[in-house]
Every structure is written in structure tokens, then in C-alpha cells.
């Protein structure tokens, strides 16, 4: 039987996957764990625009960033961006072979903002790195979405090619920077950098190259590359993925689950030798869900146009690895929210508004239920509930289970593309409008 673990980045010890995540932090996108699950307690059900809010504070500028936690400060990214001319931006916008509706920028500062956790109070906001006609991203999109990591007294933030950046938070200085990490993401950074032990593990799938790459968290010097190997699709915009990888333990062994365009990847975070690699069996680009894993299988969303959800189990040994599908599910799996796994079951929001619960083992469905109108954020397991955040703000909280039983509907103003952070007796919410701290 394959034995297969999850690695809580933020200790640098192997927790178990039915382990929860320590309730007094939040270091990186989903949490220690990177799956979204975490112990934290004394969470809120219920709050609005008037109920509940403990502080309520405007960033500056744009960011989809998840905020990271520790200490009792908040930490979160952002980019403040000049637009464009419009000769400027029309003779850009002819220079892509990019479809969708695009943010076109003259310059943009790319930021780190802290908090107190306690009242919300500013207390740093500090120019990282800035870039002068910087990428097109979508509309949609932002400077500052990858989510950084806090690790040790020091400030991971990535910002896609424009760069990654190091902050010692007791000087306040960058300790080191590194630019050389260039795709062409046509829509913007997306994936989270993931660290492991004393590597950064980074994807950098544009349409003009495809690879991972690991950077020394000390230095920022590259430790590894290696480019993905998988037949790449014909149409160049069918290639990019803005996927973050989750490090599990297989058989006593670590290694690196990195979804990409069309294919999923095993790789050995040492080196960054590819260990296997897996054909969707069907278009899948543009990924955004970070895998998740439990009971001998690793669940990975396809991504669009329309995905699903791929049990796969690792066969071998330490020397062989042959992997496989065990099953697929095909009905309302989100192209960009990630999946959740708590107990026996898989919880999902599609990107229409459609809540499923399937069975870990065998795909079997549950329940599947409209709780909104589109998820593109990923749900929170915390303090026994489960939350789903949809796009129009709106926060739906059910009991997990087999049965569907909701809780509560919860709604503030703006948009909402990015996931919670939980702390025990606070849960930070992001709109595109504010930054909120939540308390029963």
C-alpha cells in the first residue's frame, strides 16, 4: 500500500494529512499545511458590513494576495500601478496574441503592507521591487496575487516574472532580490512560491517556456531548473498554468506535485529530477488549484475549459514510480478554486456558483448544491465548518458531512477572488475594496 503525507513547510516536519494546522499562524497560501485546513478556533459563522468586523482597512493599490500571518502582524502585497497611455496601451495590446480584456501599465511599485492583527493599524509599507512597462495582466487579475510566505522573521514575496523579493522583518531590509525567473504569463502572476526546507520551489509556466525552478531561501540563487517535458499544446496560450505544487511524501520519499498545462508532474525537490510525469487525457491550461492529498491519492484539477478532478495514485518504490488514474470526476470541478479535503470527503465550488461533497476513495457524489454564482477563491476547513467565498463577496458556511446542512450567508461590499487566513479568534477576508478582520 502506498503511504503517502503531506510536509508542513512552515516547521519543516512531516505532519500527517489528518493533521490539522497550528491555529496561531498563517504563513503561506492555504495555510502550514498548504491544503486549506486548519485548527484555529473561536471563528466567526456570521458577520456583514456592520456585524463583526473587528478592524476594516484600505490597502493601497491592487492585490489578490492571500495575507500571511505571524506574531501578531499581518502581512500582504500589493501593486500600485500607473496605467498606460492610450497610444501607449493600443501599441502594446497589438503585440499579444492575448485575447482576453488586459490591464496595460506604464510602471507599478510592487509592495509589502503590515499590520497589527490586533486593530489593523499600518505599520509598514515598503517598496520591494518596481518594473517600468511591466507585463499585460487580465482585468481581472493583479500585480500582487501569488501569496507570499513568512518563515522564520522573513518575508518570501513573489510577484511572478516581474520578480521575487526577501524581507528581513527585524530590519526591514531586502535581504535579496531575483529577476531572472522570465515567462511571458500573458494574464499575470498567479502561483504561490512553496518552501522546502531551505528551497524555494517556484512554476513558471508561460507561452513561450514551461519549467519549475528551485531558489536557495537564503540567497535567492538558483539551486535547479528543469523544464517540463511533456509534449507542449500547439496554440501557445494553451501552454500557461498559474498552478502552485504541494510537496507529499510517497513511500518514506518527498516529492513535488506540480500541475501544469496538460500534464502533472512528479518531481524530487533536492534536485528537481523528474520522477513522473502524467497526461490529463484531455485539454487542461491555465491552472490555478493547488493539488490536495489523502488516503494513497493526490487529487489535481485539470483546469480549463472545463475541468476535472484526477485521483491519482503513486505506485512503485523508491527507485520506480509508475502513476495512474484511479478515477476522475467530470461534474462542476472549478477551472480555478482549489478542492478540499476533510475526513473522508472532497468539497467544491464551481466556477457557476455549484457546491459538490464526493467521497475521497471513490468519487461517488454526496451532494452537490447552488450556494452562489461563481467561486474562483478556495474553501476554508477551520473551527468545524467549512466556508465558501463566491466572487460577489458573499461567504457561505456549511457543516461538513455527507448531508448537506448550511449554516450561515454572509455578504460584504466588493469582489472577492482570494481565500481567507485564520488565526485562532480572527479570520482575514480581502475584497477588492478592503481588508477585513473578522471576530465572533
Not at 509592495?111 to 518596481?130: C, F, P, T
Not at 473522508?344 to 466556477?351: L, M
Request: hydrophobic fraction near 40%; include cysteine; glycine fraction near 8%.
Amino acid at each position: 500500500m502506498v503511504q503517502l503525507r503531506i510536509y508542513a513547510t512552515l516547521a519543516g516536519v512531516l505532519a500527517s494529512i489528518h493533521l490539522a494546522a497550528a491555529g496561531d499562524h498563517w504563513p503561506e497560501w492555504r495555510g502550514p499545511l498548504g491544503t486549506g485546513v486548519s485548527d484555529a478556533t473561536n471563528l466567526p459563522v456570521c458577520w456583514s458590513e456592520t456585524e463583526h468586523v473587528a478592524w476594516k482597512v484600505v490597502l493601497p493599490g491592487r492585490g489578490w494576495s492571500v495575507p500571511v500571518i505571524a506574531n501578531g502582524q499581518v502581512w500582504a502585497t500589493t501593486g500600485i500601478d500607473q496605467p498606460a497611455s492610450k497610444e501607449e496601451a493600443e501599441r502594446r495590446r497589438k503585440e499579444s496574441t492575448n485575447a482576453q480584456p488586459l490591464t496595460i501599465s506604464k510602471s507599478v511599485s510592487l509592495r509589502a503592507i503590515g499590520l497589527d492583527l490586533v486593530n489593523g493599524k499600518l505599520l509598514h509599507n515598503l517598496e520591494l521591487l518596481s518594473e517600468t512597462a511591466p507585463q499585460m495582466i487580465h482585468r481581472e487579475n493583479s500585480y500582487a496575487t501569488p501569496t507570499p510566505i513568512l518563515h522564520k522573521g522573513r518575508l518570501y514575496c513573489h510577484f511572478g516574472p516581474l520578480g521575487i523579493a526577501c524581507l528581513d522583518l527585524a530590519s526591514l531590509k531586502v535581504i535579496w532580490k531575483n529577476r531572472s525567473l522570465n515567462v511571458m504569463h500573458e494574464n499575470g502572476p498567479g502561483g504561490s512560491p512553496v518552501r522546502w526546507q531551505d528551497l524555494l520551489i517556484i512554476h513558471c509556466d508561460g507561452i513561450d517556456q514551461q519549467y519549475i525552478v528551485a531558489l536557495n531561501a537564503e540567497t535567492g540563487s538558483r539551486a535547479w531548473r528543469t523544464k517540463r517535458s511533456g509534449t507542449p499544446h500547439q496554440d501557445i496560450q494553451m501552454r500557461k498554468s498559474y498552478a502552485t505544487s504541494l510537496i507529499v511524501d510517497v513511500n518514506g520519499k518527498p516529492q513535488i506535485v506540480s500541475p501544469a498545462a496538460d500534464w502533472v508532474y512528479g518531481y524530487d525537490p533536492r534536485s528537481g529530477r523528474e520522477l513522473w510525469k502524467l497526461p490529463y487525457g484531455k485539454l487542461g491550461f491555465s491552472n490555478a488549484a493547488r493539488p490536495i492529498a489523502g488516503h494513497g491519492l493526490i487529487y489535481v484539477c485539470t483546469g480549463y475549459m472545463k475541468s476535472e478532478l484526477l485521483a491519482i495514485r503513486v505506485d512503485g518504490d523508491r527507485n520506480t514510480v509508475r502513476p495512474r488514474i484511479e478515477w476522475r470526476f467530470t461534474r462542476g470541478v472549478p477551472n480555478v478554486s482549489s478542492p478540499l479535503l476533510v475526513g473522508d470527503a472532497i468539497y467544491f465550488a464551481s466556477d457557476n456558483g455549484i457546491a459538490t461533497c464526493i467521497d475521497a476513495r471513490t468519487g461517488t457524489v454526496h451532494w452537490s448544491e447552488r450556494i452562489g454564482k461563481r467561486f474562483w477563491a478556495s474553501p476554508l476547513y477551520a473551527d468545524g465548518r467549512i466556508y465558501f467565498f463566491d466572487y460577489d463577496g458573499v461567504t457561505t458556511v456549511i457543516e461538513p458531512g455527507t448531508a448537506f446542512h448550511k449554516l450561515a450567508v454572509n455578504r460584504l461590499d466588493g469582489t472577492l477572488l482570494t481565500s481567507a487566513a485564520v488565526v485562532d479568534g480572527s479570520l482575514l477576508l480581502r475584497t477588492d475594496r478592503a481588508l477585513y478582520c473578522l471576530r465572533p
